[in-house]
C-alpha cells in the first residue's frame, strides 16, 4: 500500500477520535498510572511534532515525535487505525518517524510500551527496526507493564 504522510494540526474530529481510542485502550490493558499515552492538547505541544498517515482520504494511523534534547527524541502515540492494523500503516509512521528524528540530527530515538500480551505486535514491530529494551529514561519506570526500547541513529 502507498501511504501519505503529514504534519497534522490535530483539530480533525476522525484523529481526535482514533487517538481517544488509542488512550482508552490504553487504560484498558493497563493500570491508569502506567498510562504513558499523551492526550491531544500535549500532543499539540511545541516539542512535539503530530502526523498522520492516509490512505487516500482514509485516515489509517498516527503518530508523533516529542524532542527530548538536541540530540534525542522519544516516539509518542503510535497507533494505526482498527481497519489498518498488519497492513504496513503501523511501519509506515514508524519508518517516517525515524526518518524526521534523523533529519532533526537525533542520534537516539526512545520509546515506552506496554509488556501485556496486547502490546506484543508494537513490540515486535519496533524490535524488526532495530529497537532493543533499555533501561527506563525520563518518568517511565520499567515493570510487568512498562517497557523502554531505544535505537541508535
Known sequence: MVYTIAQDPLDDAEVLALLQLHLDE???????CKVHALPAERL?????????????PVLAAVGALK???PDRGELKSMRAAPAYRGKGAGQAILLHLLAEAQARGYRWVGLE????AAFQPAVRLYAKHGFTECP???DYVSDEFSLCMEKWL
Open 26 to 32: 490504553m487504560h484498558r490493558w493497563s493500570p491508569a
Open 44 to 56: 499539540r505541544a511545541p516539542d512535539v511534532t503530530f502526523f498522520v498517515v492516509r490512505d487516500g
Open 67 to 69: 524532542e527530548l534534547a
Open 113 to 116: 510500551t506496554g509488556r501485556p
Open 136 to 138: 527506563a529514561f525520563g
